[in-house]
């Protein structure tokens, strides 16, 4: 690492001792050794912790977890041998199978690395295929995970599941989706552990291997699903949709975000049907119509961001004619930007140093849109069936991903398992 003072890269800084030191810079480039490429994946020695008692063990074991920067700053599950070969139950990949490696620091991903933060996290079998399908989803090229890793902007993943994995594992679609939620607890583990993994491995250390000035802003990212069962008729699943999943089929989609908001979507008085929606789209398209440019590195193939609507809000919607597509382009015409307001926050500047040719040529559109076009909003049914609130999570987005989830044949009876260990977990047993 080669560092300097911020002051440097302050505007109207003089550059000239970057130039003086770039000899450091040749040396990391060519004389730099990984210990990652050294070490081969297994081949780390087991940790051994001996106390007088069970909890003086955890304690201890956790006391080392932070202080060797393996943890998160809440309590852990040491992820022992018998442990991790539980965790591996859930897939049908081999456990020294390759992955990639995790960025910025390059650590190489095995699907026994996904099986231990997994355990860290508190997690279960039957949410590890989710989770590797998270983790090929962030090695897809076309993500820049690793500029998003590294970056100021506090870049964090979103992952939303589809198929009948997301009831089968317990994971949210209603109310609470994305908070805590101890009857469907596997959202929070598997983002948990996917977040473990950006720091063990991909070295997402705050100051060091992450430079986002405010972080990530949650330790368990997104993990929730699509209400499925909430979609009015004729609406076609995200998966479907953006990916081209059969319906009915598992799998994950992957965008980036670096913040999230509500909205207010109905009124507060007697207003007609037609005026609470159209009122709330307002609402919601005002709020999109800012030049903030978070979104700019997503503006031709990824997103500006994803927004959630309760079932009955989409369902109000599609009985007054709002398909999906109408929505997007509701949206999209009236979060335009006059270039006048776009000059006066600067944002021409940026768009002129982007590294994609078709997001400067959009420099000649006024008012300028937020994205190449309204297909790029990401448009999810989720959340509990109340029609107040509405969300936007703010896209970091060069492109959304879709990955498939692969379940082992075994994979009923670690479902009828966790019956056993957590109760019942169809719908009529919840509270």
Known sequence: MVTFPIDMFLPGSDLAPLTARKREFYNGLTRWKSDFARAAPGENPMLAVEAASY??????????????????????????????????????????????????RGGITTVESCAI??????????????LVAAVEACFDPTTNFEQLQAASGGAFPVIIVNGPIAKQIRLNSGFGCLGPDPQRPAGASIGRALRLMQQNLGGALPGTGTMANYGGVRATNVVFAEDEDGLPEGW??????????A??????????????????????????????????LWRIADFMRTPNLAGLNGWEQGTPGMLLIPRVVAQTMAHLGWSKAKIREFLWENSKIPMAQMKRAGGPAWIEIDANPVTRASLRLDPWPITMKPENIVLIVAGGSHPTNSYWLQGYSPRVIGRDIRVPESFDALLKQADRDLGCGDEACLI
């Open 55 to 104: 909890e003086e063990a955890l304690t201890q074991a956790n006391n080392l977890l932070i202080t060797s920067l393996w943890g998160d700053g809440l309590p852990l599950w040491p992820a022992t041998r018998e442990r991790v070969d539980w965790i591996l139950r859930g897939t049908v990949i081999p456990r020294t199978h390759k992955l990639g490696k995790f960025p910025p």
């Open 247 to 280: 319906p009915g089929a598992n799998s994950v989609s992957l965008m980036f975000a670096n913040g999230m908001t509500n909205i207010r979507r109905r009124g507060a008085k007697k207003e007609t049907p037609e005026e609470d929606t159209v009122n709330g």
């Open 117 to 130: 933060a997994l355990a860290m996290a508190g997690g279960r079998p039957e949410y590890l295929p989710v």
């Open 236 to 245: 076609a699943t995200h998966a479907t949709e953006r990916h081209g999943y």
